[in-house]
Protein backbone atom coordinates (compact mmCIF):
# COMPACT_ATOMS: atom_id res chain seq x y z
CA UNK A 1 0.00 0.00 0.00
CA UNK A 2 0.93 3.24 0.20
CA UNK A 3 0.22 7.26 1.49
CA UNK A 4 0.40 10.29 -0.59
CA UNK A 5 0.65 14.02 1.70
CA UNK A 6 1.64 17.10 -0.38
CA UNK A 7 3.56 19.55 2.20
CA UNK A 8 5.15 23.14 1.82
CA UNK A 9 9.05 23.50 1.70
CA UNK A 10 9.17 23.60 5.33
CA UNK A 11 6.98 20.69 5.90
CA UNK A 12 9.40 18.70 3.32
CA UNK A 13 12.37 20.01 5.60
CA UNK A 14 10.64 18.75 9.30
CA UNK A 15 9.58 15.36 8.05
CA UNK A 16 13.48 15.19 6.55
CA UNK A 17 14.51 15.55 10.26
CA UNK A 18 12.21 13.35 11.65
CA UNK A 19 14.15 10.45 9.41
CA UNK A 20 17.69 12.00 9.84
CA UNK A 21 18.92 8.65 11.37
CA UNK A 22 16.88 6.75 8.65
CA UNK A 23 17.83 8.18 5.26
CA UNK A 24 19.45 6.32 2.46
CA UNK A 25 22.38 7.58 0.92
CA UNK A 26 22.33 8.48 -1.98
CA UNK A 27 18.55 9.46 -2.46
CA UNK A 28 17.16 7.63 -5.45
CA UNK A 29 17.36 9.95 -8.63
CA UNK A 30 14.82 13.16 -8.75
CA UNK A 31 13.94 12.88 -5.20
CA UNK A 32 15.01 15.63 -2.41
CA UNK A 33 15.61 12.41 0.27
CA UNK A 34 14.30 8.76 1.11
CA UNK A 35 14.63 6.60 4.42
CA UNK A 36 13.78 3.19 5.62
CA UNK A 37 12.16 2.25 8.74
CA UNK A 38 9.91 -0.53 9.76
CA UNK A 39 9.69 -1.58 6.33
CA UNK A 40 8.37 1.02 5.23
CA UNK A 41 10.04 3.53 2.59
CA UNK A 42 9.17 7.31 2.62
CA UNK A 43 10.55 9.43 -0.47
CA UNK A 44 10.58 12.96 -0.24
CA UNK A 45 9.57 15.52 -3.93
CA UNK A 46 10.61 18.74 -4.64
CA UNK A 47 7.10 18.94 -5.71
CA UNK A 48 6.45 18.42 -2.20
CA UNK A 49 4.70 15.15 -2.51
CA UNK A 50 5.97 12.52 -0.07
CA UNK A 51 5.68 8.73 -1.05
CA UNK A 52 4.69 6.39 2.39
CA UNK A 53 5.14 2.56 0.77
CA UNK A 54 4.54 -0.63 2.55
CA UNK A 55 2.36 -1.66 5.35
CA UNK A 56 0.60 0.61 7.51
CA UNK A 57 1.10 3.76 5.74
CA UNK A 58 -1.61 5.77 6.95
CA UNK A 59 -0.45 5.20 10.77
CA UNK A 60 2.87 6.62 9.42
CA UNK A 61 1.80 9.44 7.52
CA UNK A 62 -0.56 10.61 10.54
CA UNK A 63 2.76 11.60 12.30
CA UNK A 64 2.69 14.41 10.04
CA UNK A 65 -0.54 15.96 9.66
CA UNK A 66 -0.15 19.20 10.73
CA UNK A 67 2.34 19.59 8.21
CA UNK A 68 -0.29 18.72 5.04
CA UNK A 69 -0.71 21.74 2.71
CA UNK A 70 -4.07 23.41 3.43
CA UNK A 71 -6.68 22.12 1.23
CA UNK A 72 -4.86 18.72 0.89
CA UNK A 73 -5.71 15.67 2.74
CA UNK A 74 -3.70 12.76 2.76
CA UNK A 75 -4.58 9.69 -0.16
CA UNK A 76 -4.36 5.83 -0.30
CA UNK A 77 -4.56 3.56 -2.70
CA UNK A 78 -2.87 0.15 -3.23
CA UNK A 79 0.29 0.32 -5.50
CA UNK A 80 -0.24 -3.17 -7.52
CA UNK A 81 -3.40 -1.46 -9.03
CA UNK A 82 -3.27 0.04 -12.37
CA UNK A 83 -1.94 3.77 -13.07
CA UNK A 84 -5.44 4.48 -14.63
CA UNK A 85 -6.96 2.28 -11.52
CA UNK A 86 -5.61 4.73 -8.81
CA UNK A 87 -6.44 7.81 -10.63
CA UNK A 88 -10.48 7.02 -10.35
CA UNK A 89 -13.24 7.49 -7.83
CA UNK A 90 -14.72 4.57 -6.18
CA UNK A 91 -18.45 4.18 -7.51
CA UNK A 92 -21.17 4.73 -5.50
CA UNK A 93 -24.60 2.45 -6.24
CA UNK A 94 -26.87 4.26 -9.28
CA UNK A 95 -29.22 7.44 -7.86
CA UNK A 96 -26.95 7.66 -4.51
CA UNK A 97 -27.44 11.23 -4.42
CA UNK A 98 -30.74 11.31 -4.02
CA UNK A 99 -30.65 8.69 -0.77
CA UNK A 100 -31.30 8.99 2.54
CA UNK A 101 -28.39 9.33 4.15
CA UNK A 102 -25.95 10.11 6.91
CA UNK A 103 -22.82 12.01 6.23
CA UNK A 104 -20.19 13.27 8.66
CA UNK A 105 -17.25 15.10 8.17
CA UNK A 106 -14.56 17.14 10.38
CA UNK A 107 -13.03 20.36 10.72
CA UNK A 108 -9.84 21.69 12.77
CA UNK A 109 -7.11 18.59 11.88
CA UNK A 110 -4.86 21.00 10.38
CA UNK A 111 -5.26 23.73 12.37
CA UNK A 112 -2.91 25.02 14.94
CA UNK A 113 -5.41 26.90 17.61
CA UNK A 114 -9.09 25.43 18.02
CA UNK A 115 -10.86 22.31 18.06
CA UNK A 116 -11.17 19.31 16.09
CA UNK A 117 -14.72 19.24 15.52
CA UNK A 118 -16.92 16.34 13.76
CA UNK A 119 -20.42 16.33 12.56
CA UNK A 120 -22.81 13.91 11.46
CA UNK A 121 -26.20 14.85 9.85
CA UNK A 122 -29.07 12.43 8.49
CA UNK A 123 -30.63 13.85 5.18
CA UNK A 124 -33.62 11.95 4.48
CA UNK A 125 -34.64 11.67 0.96
CA UNK A 126 -37.48 13.92 0.90
CA UNK A 127 -35.19 16.66 2.39
CA UNK A 128 -32.11 16.67 -0.29
CA UNK A 129 -33.66 18.60 -2.86
CA UNK A 130 -34.31 21.33 -0.53
CA UNK A 131 -31.25 21.60 0.61
CA UNK A 132 -29.59 21.34 -2.14
CA UNK A 133 -31.73 24.81 -2.90
CA UNK A 134 -30.60 26.74 0.33
CA UNK A 135 -26.93 26.10 -0.86
CA UNK A 136 -25.09 23.81 1.47
CA UNK A 137 -21.45 23.03 -0.23
CA UNK A 138 -18.23 22.13 1.10
CA UNK A 139 -17.31 24.52 4.15
CA UNK A 140 -14.33 25.47 2.20
CA UNK A 141 -16.17 27.08 -0.45
CA UNK A 142 -18.68 29.18 1.74
CA UNK A 143 -18.02 32.39 4.01
CA UNK A 144 -18.97 32.54 7.68
CA UNK A 145 -21.74 34.75 7.27
CA UNK A 146 -23.15 31.83 4.71
CA UNK A 147 -22.28 29.27 7.02
CA UNK A 148 -24.15 30.72 10.02
CA UNK A 149 -26.77 31.30 7.58
CA UNK A 150 -26.60 27.77 6.69
CA UNK A 151 -26.13 26.00 10.13
CA UNK A 152 -29.82 26.61 11.75
CA UNK A 153 -31.43 24.94 9.56
CA UNK A 154 -29.55 21.99 10.50
CA UNK A 155 -30.21 22.37 13.71
CA UNK A 156 -33.93 23.08 13.45
CA UNK A 157 -34.95 20.34 11.05
CA UNK A 158 -32.40 17.38 10.73
CA UNK A 159 -30.98 15.23 13.20
CA UNK A 160 -27.32 15.62 13.92
CA UNK A 161 -24.62 15.07 16.17
CA UNK A 162 -21.47 16.82 16.97
CA UNK A 163 -18.01 16.11 18.54
CA UNK A 164 -16.14 18.72 19.51
CA UNK A 165 -12.72 17.91 20.89
CA UNK A 166 -11.80 21.19 22.28
CA UNK A 167 -7.40 21.62 22.87
CA UNK A 168 -7.80 20.56 26.61
CA UNK A 169 -9.13 16.84 25.69
CA UNK A 170 -7.16 16.58 22.52
CA UNK A 171 -3.94 17.20 23.95
CA UNK A 172 -4.81 14.41 26.59
CA UNK A 173 -6.01 12.24 24.00
CA UNK A 174 -2.57 12.84 21.57
CA UNK A 175 -0.58 12.23 24.84
CA UNK A 176 -1.93 9.51 25.77
CA UNK A 177 -1.35 7.74 22.37
CA UNK A 178 -3.93 8.39 19.82
CA UNK A 179 -2.95 9.85 16.30
CA UNK A 180 -5.03 12.31 15.16
CA UNK A 181 -6.75 10.03 12.46
CA UNK A 182 -7.89 7.69 15.36
CA UNK A 183 -9.33 10.47 16.99
CA UNK A 184 -11.04 11.37 13.10
CA UNK A 185 -12.37 8.13 13.39
CA UNK A 186 -13.47 7.47 16.68
CA UNK A 187 -15.46 10.99 16.78
CA UNK A 188 -16.92 9.76 13.16
CA UNK A 189 -18.43 6.70 14.35
CA UNK A 190 -19.54 8.44 17.33
CA UNK A 191 -21.67 10.63 15.65
CA UNK A 192 -23.03 8.04 13.22
CA UNK A 193 -24.24 5.81 16.17
CA UNK A 194 -26.05 9.10 17.68
CA UNK A 195 -27.76 10.30 14.99
CA UNK A 196 -28.71 6.82 14.74
CA UNK A 197 -30.22 6.88 18.25
CA UNK A 198 -31.98 10.17 17.67
CA UNK A 199 -33.48 8.73 14.07
CA UNK A 200 -35.11 5.73 16.17
CA UNK A 201 -35.85 2.57 13.88
CA UNK A 202 -39.06 3.62 11.97
CA UNK A 203 -36.54 5.92 10.01
CA UNK A 204 -33.67 4.19 9.34
CA UNK A 205 -30.90 5.66 6.38
CA UNK A 206 -30.25 4.16 3.24
CA UNK A 207 -26.29 4.57 4.10
CA UNK A 208 -23.61 6.36 5.80
CA UNK A 209 -21.10 8.23 4.13
CA UNK A 210 -18.01 9.14 5.00
CA UNK A 211 -16.05 12.31 3.97
CA UNK A 212 -12.67 9.91 3.81
CA UNK A 213 -9.31 10.55 5.17
CA UNK A 214 -7.72 7.44 5.69
CA UNK A 215 -8.50 3.73 4.22
CA UNK A 216 -11.64 2.25 5.33
CA UNK A 217 -9.88 -1.15 6.52
CA UNK A 218 -7.92 1.37 8.97
CA UNK A 219 -10.74 2.90 9.97
CA UNK A 220 -12.61 -0.05 10.99
CA UNK A 221 -9.23 -1.38 12.90
CA UNK A 222 -9.41 1.68 15.14
CA UNK A 223 -13.01 1.08 15.82
CA UNK A 224 -11.94 -2.60 16.80
CA UNK A 225 -9.27 -1.28 18.86
CA UNK A 226 -11.27 1.06 20.87
CA UNK A 227 -14.52 -1.63 20.71
CA UNK A 228 -16.98 0.96 19.50
CA UNK A 229 -19.43 -0.60 17.93
CA UNK A 230 -19.96 -0.33 14.06
CA UNK A 231 -23.51 0.66 12.81
CA UNK A 232 -24.96 -1.71 10.84
CA UNK A 233 -25.97 0.36 7.80
CA UNK A 234 -23.60 0.45 4.19
CA UNK A 235 -21.02 2.87 5.07
CA UNK A 236 -19.17 4.38 2.01
CA UNK A 237 -15.62 6.33 2.28
CA UNK A 238 -15.12 8.67 -0.41
CA UNK A 239 -12.82 11.93 -0.82
CA UNK A 240 -14.85 15.77 -1.43
CA UNK A 241 -17.71 13.64 -0.42
CA UNK A 242 -19.98 17.02 -0.55
CA UNK A 243 -20.05 16.33 -4.52
CA UNK A 244 -21.48 12.97 -3.84
CA UNK A 245 -24.55 13.63 -1.20
CA UNK A 246 -25.84 17.01 0.48
CA UNK A 247 -25.67 14.96 3.85
CA UNK A 248 -21.88 15.56 3.73
CA UNK A 249 -21.96 19.31 2.56
CA UNK A 250 -24.09 19.36 5.46
CA UNK A 251 -21.81 17.81 7.87
CA UNK A 252 -19.35 20.10 6.72
CA UNK A 253 -21.50 23.39 7.50
CA UNK A 254 -22.37 21.92 10.72
CA UNK A 255 -18.76 21.26 11.69
CA UNK A 256 -17.59 24.23 10.53
CA UNK A 257 -20.12 26.44 12.04
CA UNK A 258 -19.06 25.03 15.76
CA UNK A 259 -15.41 25.56 14.98
CA UNK A 260 -16.18 29.09 14.74
CA UNK A 261 -18.07 29.79 17.85
CA UNK A 262 -15.03 27.69 19.77
CA UNK A 263 -12.67 29.91 18.48
CA UNK A 264 -14.52 32.73 19.20
CA UNK A 265 -15.18 31.62 22.65
CA UNK A 266 -10.96 30.65 22.97
CA UNK A 267 -9.96 33.94 20.60
CA UNK A 268 -11.50 35.90 23.95
CA UNK A 269 -10.18 33.77 26.77
CA UNK A 270 -7.15 34.44 24.96
CA UNK A 271 -7.58 38.44 24.41
CA UNK A 272 -6.40 38.40 20.54
CA UNK A 273 -8.03 36.46 17.70
CA UNK A 274 -7.04 33.41 17.24
CA UNK A 275 -6.19 32.38 13.53
CA UNK A 276 -7.51 29.05 11.70
CA UNK A 277 -4.70 27.34 10.03
CA UNK A 278 -0.61 26.25 11.21
CA UNK A 279 1.08 29.00 9.71
CA UNK A 280 3.68 31.84 10.83
CA UNK A 281 1.05 34.19 12.48
CA UNK A 282 -0.04 31.20 14.89
CA UNK A 283 3.77 30.78 15.71
CA UNK A 284 3.59 34.53 16.69
CA UNK A 285 0.41 34.41 18.73
CA UNK A 286 1.37 31.14 20.77
CA UNK A 287 4.69 32.56 21.80
CA UNK A 288 3.06 36.06 23.15
CA UNK A 289 0.31 33.53 24.98
CA UNK A 290 3.15 32.11 26.45
CA UNK A 291 4.99 35.19 27.51
CA UNK A 292 1.76 36.45 29.09
CA UNK A 293 1.93 33.18 31.58
CA UNK A 294 -1.34 31.59 29.57
CA UNK A 295 -1.90 27.88 29.46
CA UNK A 296 -1.20 26.88 25.80
CA UNK A 297 -2.67 23.59 25.87
CA UNK A 298 -5.69 25.47 26.55
CA UNK A 299 -5.55 26.99 23.01
CA UNK A 300 -4.22 24.86 20.96
CA UNK A 301 -3.01 21.26 19.33
CA UNK A 302 0.42 21.12 21.46
CA UNK A 303 2.09 18.24 19.08
CA UNK A 304 2.02 20.79 15.98
CA UNK A 305 5.22 21.76 15.21
CA UNK A 306 3.81 25.26 15.90
CA UNK A 307 4.78 24.65 19.82
CA UNK A 308 8.13 24.48 19.39
CA UNK A 309 8.45 27.26 16.61
CA UNK A 310 6.65 29.55 19.16
CA UNK A 311 9.12 28.83 22.19
CA UNK A 312 11.68 29.77 19.66
CA UNK A 313 10.14 33.08 19.25
CA UNK A 314 10.32 33.67 23.33
Given at each position: ???????????????????????????????????????????????????????E????????????????????????R????????????????????????????????????????????????????????????????????????I????????????????????E????V????????N?????????????????????????????Y???????????????????????????????????????????M??????????????????????????????????????????????A????
Open positions: MQTVILLTNEGLKQVKAAYSKELVQPAPKNSLFQAKKNGLTITGYSSGKVLFQGKTDHEAARFQSLIKKGEKMTQHNQQSKSTKSSRPKLPAGFADWGVIGSDEVGAGAYFGPLTTAAVYVPADQVEKLRELGFADSKTLTDDKIKKLAPYLEHLPYHIVNLIPDFYNQKQSGQNVAMKALSHFTHNQVLKKIGQEKRPDAILVDQFVQGSSYRYLEKNRQPRPDLPTYFITKGETEHVAVAAASVLARYVELRSAELSQEAGVTLPIGAGKEADRIAASLMNQGKDLRHFAKLHFANTKKQALR
